[in-house]
């Protein structure tokens, strides 16, 4: 082959690889840059509660209540899908320790119930444990609200179509945190408007409701295989979160 003829066909064969042109060959590295947007909140927070919705363990909170003193809440979750949550002082008007559980089919309220003729039990007053099955949704006078965060709310939190505006957020919490609120006044809010954090591997590490603030106390740990309900079912009762009227004080019986 010609000296010209060769080079032509190499100019051929690079043409799909550089080109053969004039200009100066492209900088190294420059065709791999590429500029990536930063994920808005709403698709941030979606991607920390997808990895919430897999993720079992076990972990420890500090929880405020509103118009309340901070107390300890114990939390599991289950590899089988069932959860409990320990609320110390969290019925009757805050003298009564309660658990949140739920089983394959239900959620129970297990507590300690007032001795007949009283109004409540002190907050250490030992018993026997029974549990309540509640009614689906949980009535307001029952429903804590602490057990939604890690149930029921977490799938609507990663919803485009759920009526929610969310943004950035700071609260006293590790992960990253991001405000919640409802955008339609005339549709419930599928969860409670409010501040929520998650770590990268979808561990709630704190949360602002309108029930109070909870934030993590150290690290998760490993889930149980299953959470038992800590007492028997019985029909009931349960126990109100508000605190009972005092008993009525018989009546002195007068002598005819």
């Keep these: 082959m010609r000296p010209v003829h060769a080079l032509l066909a190499l100019c051929v064969l690079a043409v799909p690889l550089t080109g053969c042109s004039d200009g100066p060959p492209p900088k190294p590295g420059a065709s791999a840059t590429r500029s990536v947007a930063p994920q808005e909140p709403r698709a941030q927070l979606a991607g920390l509660v997808a990895a919430a919705l897999d993720h079992r363990y076990t972990a420890s909170y500090t929880y405020t209540p509103k118009g309340g003193p901070a ?11 069932t959860w409990r949550i320990d609320i110390p002082n969290g019925a009757l008007g805050g003298t009564a320790n309660i658990s949140m559980v739920g089983t394959k089919d239900a959620v129970h309220q297990c507590g300690v119930a007032p001795a007949p003729g009283t109004a409540s039990p002190a907050p250490a007053t030992p018993g026997p444990v029974t549990c309540v099955k509640l009614a689906a949704p949980v009535p307001a006078k029952y429903d804590v609200r602490v057990q939604h965060l890690f149930t029921d709310w977490l799938a609507p939190l990663t919803s485009r179509s759920a009526a929610l505006s969310v943004a950035t957020a700071k609260f006293d919490a590790p992960g990253s945190c991001f405000s919640v609120e409802s955008t339609s006044a005339s549709i419930a809010a ?3 408007p409010g501040t929520y954090c998650f770590a990268t591997d979808g561990v709630l590490t704190g949360a602002r409701i309108s029930a109070g603030t909870l934030v993590l106390l150290g690290a998760a740990a490993a889930p149980p295989a299953t959470v038992p309900l800590p007492g028997p079912v019985t029909a ?4 109100q979160l508000a605190a009972l009227p005092p008993a009525p004080t018989p009546t002195p019986t007068k002598k005819p």
């Design 190 to 192: 599928p969860v409670d």
């Design 71 to 81: 107390r300890k809440v114990d939390v599991a979750l289950g590899v089988d899908g």
């Design 236 to 239: 009931g009762p349960p126990l």
